[in-house]
Antibody
Framework: EVQLVESGGGLVQPGRSLRLSCAAS????????MHWVRQAPGKGLEWVSG????????GYADSVKGRFTISRDNAKNSLYLQMNSLRAEDTALYYC???????????WGQGTLVTVSS | QSALTQPASVSGSPGQSITISCTGT?????????VSWYQQHPGKAPKLMIY???KRPSGVSNRFSGSKSGNTASLTISGLQAEDEADYYC?????????FGGGTKLTVL
């Protein structure tokens, strides 16, 4: 059974940093690209960032480019999102999602909540 | 990359069919057959319902179908059931990036 478990969320002041983690199990982690998708309270889904199986291809939404860094450790079956210079508008539930061999996200975690507030 | 355009809400009675549209551009929806649809119930994670425009994952009811014409993709739900009431999001994937639609709230009357 595929499982994605996010952690690392919490309350943080504007301008500070936070690192999210996603622990994956139930599939061959290093065969698949992984992504982060967020959802602000009461709002829709927003793609944040994605990383290929070997970290050779990485992409970011314009809203986080230069502030967030995605990475993965295939030996630990883990995905990360380093978030710097956080803003109030980064407040959201952050989902870790597995990308299938096409362009879809076939498995999602339950999310970790990030609240940016003073 | 701008969000794909979806209607904010649609509604239908049990047993009826509804269609949700998703309009993008020639750079995303129109260029690739990598359009997917997600169902999200309140407080739950999104669930993949349609991938590659019209394919259904194992376990998804055949009442759900997808199509695409030009820059617009569509999700059709036939034989509406109360459990279909949820938010639905389209997504287009291209060049290691993805863009979602704004979401459509489906109400089953």
């Amino acid at each position: 059974e595929v499982q994605l478990v996010e952690s690392g969320g919490g309350l943080v002041q504007p301008g500070r940093s936070l690192r999210l983690s996603c622990a994956a199990s139930g599939f061959t982690f290093d065969d698949y690209a992984m992504h982060w998708v967020r959802q602000a309270p009461g709002k829709g889904l927003e793609w944040v960032s994605g990383i290929s199986w070997n970290s050779g291809s990485i992409g970011y939404a314009d809203s986080v480019k230069g502030r967030f860094t995605i990475s993965r450790d295939n030996a630990k079956n883990s995905l990360y999102l380093q978030m710097n210079s956080l803003r109030a508008e980064d407040t959201a539930l952050y989902y870790c999602a597995k990308k299938d061999r096409g362009g879809s996200f076939d498995y999602w975690g339950q999310g970790t909540l990030v609240t940016v507030s003073s | 990359q701008s969000a794909l355009t979806q209607p904010a809400s649609v509604s239908g009675s049990p047993g009826q069919s509804i269609t949700i549209s998703c309009t993008g551009t020639s750079s995303d929806v129109g260029s690739y057959n990598l359009v997917s649809w997600y169902q999200q119930h309140p407080g739950k994670a999104p669930k993949l319902m349609i991938y590659e425009v019209s394919k259904r994952p194992s376990g998804v009811s055949n009442r759900f179908s997808g199509s695409k014409s030009g820059n617009t993709a569509s999700l059709t739900i036939s034989g509406l059931q109360a459990e279909d009431e949820a938010d639905y999001y389209c997504c287009s994937y291209a060049g290691s990036r993805a863009v979602f639609g704004g979401g459509t709230k489906l109400t089953v009357l």
